[in-house]
C-alpha cells in the first residue's frame, strides 16, 4: 500500500494479484464543499444520509471491501485500488498524477453513483478558458465596434462541427452541445 502526495492532496494506491492484465479500481474520497451542520451523517430505516454518503464513499467502501475479500484469490489478473481526494475539483492532483506516473490498467471502474444504473463510458471532458475580444461602440453606431459576442457565438458553431462532437459508440450518445 502506498500513500502518495501531490501538491498537498493525498492518494492512496494498493496492488493485488498477478498477471499481464490490470484492473483499476477508482473512487474519490472528497466532496463538494457544504455548511458544518450538513457533515453530521444520519441513519433512517436502515439508510445512511449524510455529505458524500452516495458520491461515493459507498462506492469506496464496496470496493475495499471487494479488494479485501479478493486478496489471497489468484485472480490471473492486478487489481488496482485508487483511491483519491480531488476529483471534485477536477482530479488533475490525483487521478491525473497518477496516470501521468504509470499508475494505468487495461480496464478501470469508477464506482461513482449512476442512479442503480452501470455506466458503460464515457466522452471524457473538454475544458477551455477562450477570450474573445471586441471594440465597443455605442449602440446607435454597431458598425463602429466589433461585437465580441458575435465572435464568441461564431467560434462556438465552429466548435459545434468538430469531429469529437459527432463521435459516438454504441455505448455513448453523440454530444449535443447546447
Same mark, same amino acid.
Given at each position: !500500500? ?7 492532496? #493525498? ?12 484492473? %483499476? ?5 472528497? =466532496? ?6 450538513? *457533515? @453530521?451523517?444520519?441513519?433512517? /430505516? ?12 459507498a462506492g469506496? +467502501?464496496? !470496493? !475495499?471491501?471487494? *479488494? ?9 489478473? &492486478?487489481?488496482?485500488?485508487?483511491i483519491?481526494?480531488? /476529483?471534485? %475539483? ?9 496516470? #501521468? ?6 480496464f478501470?471502474?469508477? +464506482? /461513482? ?6 455506466g458503460?463510458? $464515457?466522452?471524457? +471532458? ?5 477570450? =474573445?475580444?471586441?471594440k465597443? $461602440?455605442?449602440?446607435?453606431r ?5 461585437? +465580441?459576442? /458575435? &465572435? $464568441? ?6 466548435? &459545434?462541427?468538430?469531429? @469529437?462532437t ?13
Amino acid at each position: !500500500m502506498n500513500l502518495i502526495v501531490n501538491n498537498g492532496y #493525498k492518494m492512496l494506491v494498493s496492488e493485488i494479484g498477478s498477471g499481464d492484465k490490470t484492473l %483499476i479500481w477508482n473512487g474519490h474520497v472528497d =466532496v463538494v464543499s457544504g455548511t458544518p451542520d450538513q *457533515f @453530521f451523517p444520519e441513519v433512517h /430505516e436502515g439508510n445512511l444520509y449524510g455529505r458524500g454518503t452516495a458520491d461515493m464513499k459507498a462506492g469506496v +467502501a464496496g !470496493m !475495499m471491501c471487494a *479488494f479485501n475479500e479478493l486478496k489471497d484469490k489468484d485472480l490471473g489478473l &492486478k487489481i488496482q485500488l485508487q483511491i483519491v481526494s480531488d /476529483e471534485e %475539483i477536477g482530479g488533475l492532483n490525483c487521478s491525473g498524477y497518477l496516470a #501521468k506516473h504509470g499508475y494505468r490498467g487495461d480496464f478501470v471502474i469508477c +464506482a /461513482e453513483p449512476t442512479q442503480l444504473g452501470i455506466g458503460l463510458q $464515457a466522452k471524457g +471532458a473538454l475544458r477551455l478558458d477562450i477570450e =474573445v475580444s471586441g471594440k465597443s $461602440a455605442h449602440g446607435s453606431r454597431p458598425w463602429e465596434g466589433v461585437n +465580441a459576442i /458575435e &465572435k $464568441a457565438y461564431d467560434l462556438y458553431q465552429k466548435i &459545434k462541427e468538430l469531429p @469529437f462532437t459527432r463521435d459516438h459508440t454504441p455505448f455513448t450518445l453523440p454530444l449535443h452541445l447546447t
